[in-house]
C-alpha cells in the first residue's frame, strides 16, 4: 500500500474545511480510511498545524489538542511518534506553555531524560527533570 507523508496544508484544509483545496483535503484523508493509503503524519508537520490553527484560526487549545490527538488514532493514519505526540498535545491542551516545549517534555518523559533550557516553563511539568541556569 502506498504512504504518503502529509504536508501541513492538507491537514489544516482537512480539519477546517476553507479554502479552494477543502474538498481535496477530505479526499485525501477519505483515501486513508478507507484503506488506499496511509498518511504517515510528522512531529514537524503537526506543530507546523498547532501554530496554524492555535494562532490563525483562534482554535482554542483544548479544543486543539483533542482534535489532533482523534486524527492521530484515524484509520490510515501512520504516526511513528503517536506516543510523544499524544503526551504533547495533552499537556499543550492542559497548560499554556509553546506546543515544542510541550513535545520536549513528552519526548523527555518518554526517553527518561530531563531538560535542559533557559526557559522555565518546564517546571510546569512536575515529572519532567528541569535543568537550568540556576540548577
Known sequence: ???FLLDTNI????LVGDGDNAQCALEVFQAAEDGRCVLVITEIALAEAVWV???HYQVPRKKLATTLSAV???PGIDCPTVDVLSDA???FGATKV???DCY???????QA??????DRDFRKFPDIDFWDQSS
Open 1 to 3: 500500500m502506498k504512504r
Open 11 to 14: 491537514l489544516v484544509r482537512f
Open 53 to 55: 490553527l492555535n494562532s
Open 72 to 74: 492521530l488514532s484515524k
Open 89 to 91: 498535545l495533552a499537556r
Open 98 to 100: 509553546d506546543f515544542i
Open 104 to 110: 520536549l517534555a513528552a519526548a523527555a518523559k518518554q
Open 113 to 118: 531524560c530531563g531538560v535542559a533550557s533557559f
